[in-house]
């Protein structure tokens, strides 16, 4: 019950000193095993492993085993996962300064709060497009790579090439909206509740004036 432990923490601060409500409030934020800040550090920490699990062994593969133009899918690969661990680098350093209570508490938290707020909801939002974009670029991969004889024959038919993408754009397309509700669930789950959980926390601490030195 963080929620009410701070509120006793603000209730009583009359008759503690500021060192001892700040020393309470650090326990509260930084609880390894209740804190949302602790939860959204640890979940941060295991998608990062998951991440470079799977995007080193796929990129290995397509090395090991391909060369040409669907090499670019390895490249792709390169960018976005390089793109993430600049996304992890900056949302690490975030929580890791949400639990500084030598600042001024309230201003500190709740500032930090809407960039953390905004960082998930870009989260959601650009790990749902690159979805699209990877189709698509892998659909255009392929009719390249294609082993050049069937993909010859297949040239030929007239309208191929149109109705090819205009497949794979529709297939795309309707990927792309059970993707979003999915990845939708996955972001809440591992961060949105606990994001929602702070944010609860830094509304209780708007009803007590307190200031941390």
């Known amino acids: 019950m963080e929620l009410e432990s701070l509120k006793t923490i603000w209730k009583d601060v009359g008759a503690k000193t500021a060192g001892t ?26 998608e990062l492993m998951v991440v470079l699990v799977l995007y080193s062994g796929t990129i290995a593969f397509y090395f090991v085993t391909y060369k040409g133009v669907i090499l670019s899918m390895a490249w792709m690969l390169i960018i976005i996962g390089a793109a993430y661990i600049a996304y992890y680098v900056r949302k690490r350093r975030l ?8 600042c001024e508490v309230k201003s500190n938290l709740s500032a930090q709060l809407k ?12 790990g749902t497009l690159i979805f699209p974009v990877v189709m698509m670029l892998s659909f255009v991969v392929w009719y390249f790579y294609f082993p050049e004889k069937d993909m010859t024959q297949l040239k030929q038919v007239p309208y191929f090439t149109f109705f090819y993408m205009l497949v ?8 792309t909206i059970p993707v979003y509700f999915l990845n939708k669930w996955y972001v809440h789950k591992l961060y949105g509740q606990h994001v929602k959980k ?12 307190f200031t941390a030195s």
């Open 198 to 209: 702070l944010r609860q926390i830094v509304n209780e601490m708007n009803e007590f004036p």
């Open 21 to 46: 409500s700040a020393e309470e409030l650090e326990q509260l934020l930084s609880k390894k095993s209740k804190s949302p800040i602790a939860k959204l550090k640890r979940n941060l920490f295991w």
């Open 115 to 126: 960039t953390l707020e905004k960082l998930v909801k870009m989260y959601l939002w650009i």
């Open 168 to 175: 794979s754009f529709l297939f795309t397309a309707g990927l």
């Open 95 to 102: 929580l890791k300064n949400m639990e500084c209570v030598t």
